[in-house]
């Protein structure tokens, strides 16, 4: 088995990464989200794994805003990470967070937010007691925030794209 490469998405590669998000995740809405965030403009960072040619995993960034007291922090959110059903529990969705993680670090982004499982995403350093303070439609235990900066606001709402609207 050839090694995964991780790298920026290109043009061309959008059915690619859209017929993955249907396959991962069972349905159209994550691949609309996507498509709405790169016409919105919205990405921040968007990556592919890469295997023999094929793309067989997805992560997205976008901008997000922490608002708070008249002020708006950026920050970026986590939405979506996906691996092929057929190639997960190879450890490409560990290797698109870890990457996408050291370029948004190197880039000077300060806070990620992500919805995922925390059994998951704790790995990678996110922490729903992080993300306590914030207000947003999300909040729970499923609402996980990771800082890679002591600067980084603790409170606020989470303004995320309006792509995140249509989700329902």
Same mark, same amino acid.
């Given at each position: 088995? *050839?090694? $995964?490469?991780? #790298?920026?998405? =290109? ?8 017929? +993955?998000?249907?396959?991962?995740f069972g ?11 790169r016409s919105a403009?919205?990405?921040?960072? *968007?990556? $592919?794994?890469e #295997?023999?040619? =094929?793309?067989?995993?997805h992560i997205?960034?976008?901008? +997000?805003?922490v608002?708070s007291n008249g002020q708006s922090?950026p920050?970026v959110?986590?939405?979506?990470l996906?691996a092929?059903p057929g190639?997960?529990?190879e450890?490409?969705g560990s290797?698109?967070? =870890?990457?996408a ?14 919805l995922?499982?925390p059994?998951?995403?704790?790995r990678?350093g996110y922490r729903?007691e ?7 439609t999300?909040q ?12 980084a ?5 989470l303004?995320?794209?309006?792509a995140f609207a249509?989700?329902g």
């Amino acid at each position: 088995m *050839s090694a $995964v490469i991780i #790298r920026p998405e =290109e043009a061309g590669d959008e059915t690619a990464i859209r017929l +993955l998000l249907v396959n991962a995740f069972g349905g159209e809405t994550e691949a609309k989200l996507v498509d709405e965030l790169r016409s919105a403009g919205d990405i921040v960072l *968007s990556l $592919v794994a890469e #295997r023999d040619g =094929e793309i067989r995993g997805h992560i997205l960034f976008s901008r +997000l805003w922490v608002r708070s007291n008249g002020q708006s922090f950026p920050a970026v959110a986590l939405a979506p990470l996906a691996a092929h059903p057929g190639h997960q529990r190879e450890g490409i969705g560990s290797a698109l967070v =870890e990457d996408a993680h050291t370029r948004l670090h190197a880039a000077g982004e300060k806070l990620s937010i992500v919805l995922g499982e925390p059994a998951y995403y704790s790995r990678f350093g996110y922490r729903a007691e992080r993300a306590a303070g914030f207000e947003s439609t999300y909040q729970g235990d499923y609402l996980q925030a990771l800082a890679w900066d002591d600067a980084a606001p603790t409170t606020g709402k989470l303004d995320y794209a309006p792509a995140f609207a249509d989700l329902g």
